[in-house]
């Protein structure tokens, strides 16, 4: 079975500091995407940043990066520079390339400091 | 864009009463997604539409729950008999034609089961 693992439930960072939200996950295939999605309180969720593992460069989104280990199954996310806007719960999530349904983990509540 | 959008925000119902929840995808969007948020859980699957057609079913969509998209445009969800297990927030996402692979979130509809 497919699994997303993120390890941290709650984190807080001060404000222009940088965290990194951690996140595993298993599976035996080989072509998949994963994701990051930040969902702000009592509101929706929105995509911050994905990742197709066939490729070996990790991807940029301004603030946000990751870093993308795919023979440890490892997918964290590196927020720069945070902000109080950044104050959310993260989601990791990936897909089997031709499923169309997602996989999460369980969250990881970041707080962001002023 | 208007984004994708959900009806009601929030539904509080008696155990054993029928709901409906309705989702209105991004314009041309091709698929449409229900996902099951319980609380400090990651969305879970329910199931999804490419067009009006209903390609896949968790089995967490017991016989109680029905989704359609006669025109494959909007989307219904209903819930018959509801129980207090059933309580949850009920996530709508769509994605492109082209790019199948991301998934663009509604702000959800909260069910609570008294």
């Known amino acids: 079975a497919q699994t997303v693992t993120q390890s941290q439930p709650e984190m807080s960072v001060q404000e222009a500091e940088t965290v990194t939200l951690s996140c595993t996950y298993d599976t035996s295939e080989n072509n998949y995407y994963l994701f990051w999605y930040k969902q702000p309180p009592s509101r929706q969720m929105i995509l911050v940043i994905r990742q197709e593992a066939y490729k070996q460069q990790n991807a940029t989104e301004n603030r946000f990066s990751v870093n993308f280990q795919k023979a440890a199954k490892s997918f964290s996310l590196k927020i720069s520079d945070s902000q109080l806007g950044d104050t959310a719960m993260y989601f990791c999530a990936f897909m089997i390339s031709g499923t169309y349904k997602y996989i999460f983990g369980t969250g990881t509540r970041l707080k962001v400091l002023a | 864009d208007t984004g994708v959008s959900q009806d009601p925000r929030h539904k509080i119902t008696k155990r054993g009463q029928n709901v409906t929840f309705r989702c209105d995808p991004i314009?041309?969007?091709?698929?449409l997604y229900w996902y099951r948020q319980t609380l400090g859980q990651g969305p879970e699957f329910l199931t999804y539409?490419?067009?009006?057609?209903?390609?896949?079913k968790s089995r967490l969509l017991s016989d109680r729950f029905s989704a359609e998209r006669p025109k494959g445009s909007f989307s219904t969800l209903e819930i018959q008999r509801t129980e207090q297990g059933d309580s949850a927030m009920y996530l709508c996402?769509?994605?492109?034609?082209?790019?199948?692979?991301?998934?663009?979130f509604g702000p959800g509809t909260r069910l609570t089961v008294l």
């Open positions: 539409f490419q067009n009006e057609a209903q390609l896949e």
């Open positions: 996402a769509s994605s492109p034609r082209l790019a199948t692979d991301t998934q663009y």
């Open positions: 314009s041309e969007h091709n698929r």
